[in-house]
């Protein structure tokens, strides 16, 4: 059974930036896509961005392209999402997904997600 933690969130205020992180556990998921959802409060879930198992291919959502970027690190089964800029529209929790085969989803697993609270 895949696991994944999420960390790094927290209260920044605009302008400024924060690095999630999601570690997975229980299985190496090197071979697996892996992203970020997240979901504001009265919003519905939305799709941030994505990687493939190589990091070679990253999608986004568009209105967030260019301040937001997702990595991984294949030796530590972690995927990240640096955000910069940020601005009190990006305040919500924040999941992290992995999926064995679909890097544009649907996701199989799902982490408990870490909250983001972005002041003015």
């Known amino acids: 059974q895949v696991q994944l933690v999420e960390s790094g969130g927290g209260l920044v205020q605009a302008g400024g930036s924060l690095r999630l992180s999601c570690t997975a556990s229980?299985?190496?998921?090197?071979?697996?896509?892996m992203g970020w959802y997240r979901q504001a409060p009265g919003k519905e879930r939305e799709f941030v961005a994505s990687?493939?198992?190589?990091?070679?291919?990253?999608y986004y959502v568009q209105s967030l392209k260019g301040r937001f970027t997702i990595s991984r690190d294949n030796a530590k089964n972690t995927v990240y999402l640096q955000m910069n800029s940020m601005k009190p529209d990006d305040t919500a929790v924040y999941y992290c997904?992995?999926?064995?085969?679909?890097?544009?989803?649907?996701?199989?697993?799902w982490g408990q997600g870490t909250q983001v609270t972005v002041s003015s």
């Open positions: 990687i493939d198992w190589s990091g070679g291919r990253t």
């Open positions: 229980g299985r190496t998921l090197s071979s697996y896509a």
């Open positions: 997904v992995a999926d064995q085969w679909n890097v544009a989803g649907p996701f199989d697993y």
